[in-house]
């Protein structure tokens, strides 16, 4: 008897043992199933390389200030080409270029638009040597634009859009299901046309920032046909005396231009009363 019931305590401790190690057996799987992420939580989780935006935010504040500048000048001349020419010479000195030219001739006065790119550094010297050496100034309006909180944003942008498109990358070699290369690869294609789109802008801003724009317009305003110089009533006795006479000379061309009727006319009116006195002596 005493035999069995020791039999029966070292059944019963051994038991507990291996109920002991069971269970610790099933905590350490539960923890490892927790601690382990699966493949597809990794491809979502990102890595510690793209977690950049703080520190490239910081880098982002040593970007210098980019301001645009733009100016609008419209001079009165007395010779367009003889302007023209000193403007060449001034864009020669100051590296400046022009990016467009536009001219215009009526009865009342000769225009040339020109668009001049213009180094930054030497924006206020272009447009020292117009005030001074040209003419009279009719009319000059200056612009800045501050742009160092878009460009800063944009490129703070592209950065991150880099590390995750390289992040994108390495995920691709890795991947082995077809369904995951599929939708990697749409990714990666998204990211690169953003990327070229924000590189694109950059680089527009920096040429902007770079090389300034003018808008130059020079009138030259053609001799009044009037004896008198000033804008008063004999001038304007004058020109209305000269617009009548251009109104009737006008009105005698206008007459002539239609010879062919006026020739044609009484030819018919001929033939008419022809027809008619035939008609009454037929008649008698």
Do not use: H
Not at 65 to 84: C, H, L, S, Y
Not at 98 to 111: C, H
């Amino acid at each position: 008897m005493r035999k069995i019931y020791f039999l029966f305590l070292f059944a019963t401790i051994l038991s507990c043992g291996k109920q002991d190690n069971y269970d610790k057996l099933e905590t350490v799987s539960a923890m490892s199933a927790v601690s382990e992420p699966s493949e597809m939580d990794a491809k979502l989780l990102p890595s510690p390389e793209s977690v950049q935006e703080k520190e490239i935010s910081d880098n982002s504040q040593k970007i210098p200030k980019k301001i645009i500048k733009t100016g609008r000048i419209e001079i009165e001349v007395g010779d367009i080409n003889k302007a023209q020419k000193i403007i060449v010479e001034n864009l020669k000195k100051l590296n400046a270029y022009k990016q467009g030219e536009f001219f215009s001739n009526s009865e009342e006065q000769e225009m040339l638009k020109m668009t001049i790119r213009v180094p930054n550094e030497n924006f206020d010297n272009l447009l020292q040597s117009m005030d001074e050496g040209l003419g009279n100034v009719i009319s000059k309006n200056i612009g800045t634009d501050d742009v160092t909180e878009e460009y800063t944003d944009v490129s703070i942008r592209l950065e991150n859009k880099l590390v995750y498109l390289e992040k994108y990358r390495e995920l691709l070699k890795k991947s082995t299901n077809t369904k995951d290369i599929l939708e990697i690869q749409e990714n990666i294609r998204n990211l690169e046309e953003e990327i070229e789109s924000s590189k694109g802008r950059l680089k527009f801003i920096d040429d902007k920032v770079k090389y300034s724009t003018i808008e130059l317009t020079l009138i030259k305003n053609k001799p009044r046909n009037s004896v008198t110089s000033k804008i008063g009533f004999g001038s304007q006795f004058v020109d209305s005396v000269a617009q009548g006479w251009n109104n009737f000379v006008g009105f005698i061309l206008g007459l002539i231009s239609y010879w062919p009727f006026l020739l044609i006319i009484p030819i018919l009116i001929i033939l008419f009363r022809k027809w008619r006195n035939r008609k009454r002596k037929s008649k008698d």
